[in-house]
């Protein structure tokens, strides 16, 4: 079961204009309480919505939440029956917490208070190559002489098993990675900080529910086992996986960090946003082929702000419907072979790049690997990759009919290596 929300729907709740999170939003996260508990949220406007607390005051039907640390307990149609309970609560008609200011005040947090954890717990960790214009830049960057794309990458989706253990949330800095490069004028590699330190635009969908080992997830059922999506910056160390990735891939390059954004977006929330992708061509194998529209107009942003700058400069703006496979290919085509998944599951999508400057979705492309690099207006300072000190941001929306359903913002800052 599925709850779309009206969007001439209106809340009590004081939503400012422009907030990622109206009452057709209605995320779920999860807050830390500063005493080694967590809080199950949602969020409406600039308040976190205690779920637990609601339970607790006999206002949510939802009794197996009141102890959880997850949403695994209910599942993706028990958190769409959660979700409906509290745009109910919320809408502007109802009175049951509106007139009760007690109540207000105790179950309706500012979200200054808590910081936020990752929205899931999350067991495995998986990273496609999605971004049809990312993949292109990089093969003619690096492969001038032949064809920017791999036979392969139009007949599946491309992806590797990332490390679920440094899938960290948002605000957590990330210190600045070692590994083994070599230098071109060199015979031999040496160890230490990374030198070219990169994000990777992307965005990742949770699983509500796995399948059982050697059995498969078909294409049109693929979309029943998303929970959510929220975004991911899958941090890169180019000049390490320029030594190391060959033959079997990324490794230490890819591994020490993978940020992601507070708040799972229900699939309910994207709903309306639902849009055809690119043309497929040639047109994927059966298992991979689905005739209903799987992508979303959901509009990417990324800053940059360094030490000397008062203010963040964006440095790219793409959308996510340029991504050549959808959340349902991917899924689909992980479980092909049997491969066994879990609730709490993250797949991100690789880098979502745009097909013009100011649209790509990495220092690599938009300094074009080191021969443009990006100017900083406020204080002529130049990047070519990420320095000690800088802030990357990242943030996402789609714009609906007077309302917008947003991401928040996922926000990291580079510290010298350890």
């Given amino acids: ?13 004081n939503v400012p ?8 939003n209605l995320p779920f996260g999860i807050a830390e309480t500063g005493d080694d508990s967590v809080l199950l949220v949602s969020r409406i406007g600039d308040y976190l919505v205690d779920i637990v607390g609601f339970i607790e005051e006999g206002l949510l039907p939802f009794e197996e939440l009141a102890e959880a640390e997850g949403y695994m307990e209910l599942g993706k149609s028990g958190c769409s029956e959660l979700r409906k309970a509290l745009f109910d609560l919320f809408r502007e008609g109802n009175p049951k917490v509106r007139d009760n200011s007690k109540l207000k005040k105790s179950l309706l ?22 971004g049809i214009n990312h993949a292109s830049n990089v093969g003619r960057m690096f492969r001038p002489d032949m064809a920017p794309l791999l036979p392969n990458y139009r007949h599946l989706p491309v992806g590797y098993n990332g490390r679920a253990s440094s899938v960290i949330p948002s605000d957590l800095p990330i210190f600045r990675p070692k590994g083994q490069t070599k230098a071109a ?21 949770f699983l509500s529910d796995g399948n059982e080992f050697g059995e498969t997830i078909p ?20 000049d390490v996986q ?25 699939m309910d929330a994207l709903e309306p946003f639902r849009v055809r992708g690119p043309v497929q061509d040639p047109s994927p194998l059966p298992y991979l082929s689905t005739k209903r529209a799987s992508h979303f107009n959901i509009m990417l942003e990324v800053s940059i702000q360094t030490e000397k700058m008062k203010a963040p400069q964006v440095v790219s703006r793409t959308n996510a419907n340029e991504l050549y ?11 092909s072979n049997g491969t066994p998944t879990e609730p709490g599951d993250l797949y991100a999508t690789g880098t979502i790049s745009g097909t013009e400057e100011g649209t790509f979705g990495s220092m690599l492309e938009l300094a074009w690997r080191g021969s443009k690099p990006l100017v900083m207006t406020e204080t002529g300072e130049e990047r070519r990759f990420l320095e000690d000190g800088d ?10 009919k007077g309302y917008v359903v947003g991401f928040g913002t996922l926000t990291n800052q580079v510290l010298p290596a350890l």
Avoid at 187 to 203: A, I, K, N, Q, V
Wanted: a negative charge; proline letters at 8%; hydrophobic letters at 40%.
């Fill in 1 to 13: 079961m599925s709850f779309v929300v009206s969007p001439n729907s209106k809340s009590w709740v």
């Fill in 17 to 24: 204009v422009g907030s990622h999170f109206p009452i057709q």
């Fill in 109 to 130: 947090i500012p979200y200054t208070e808590l910081p936020m954890a990752l929205p899931m717990e999350i067991p495995a960790f998986v990273d496609f190559y999605s």
């Fill in 185 to 205: 004028d060199s015979d031999t590699p040496e160890y230490g900080p990374t030198r070219e330190l990169d994000f990777e635009l992307e965005l990742g969908f």
């Fill in 219 to 238: 294409i049109e059922e693929a979309e029943d086992h998303i929970f959510g999506v929220a975004l991911v910056n899958d941090w890169s160390a180019r």
């Fill in 242 to 266: 320029r030594w190391e990735y060959q033959p079997l891939g990324p490794f230490l390059a890819k591994s020490f960090a993978t940020s992601v954004s507070p708040w799972m977006v229900t």
């Fill in 325 to 335: 496979w959808s959340f349902a290919q991917q899924l689909a085509h992980q479980t």
């Fill in 391 to 400: 802030v990357v941001s990242i943030t996402g929306y789609c714009q609906g």
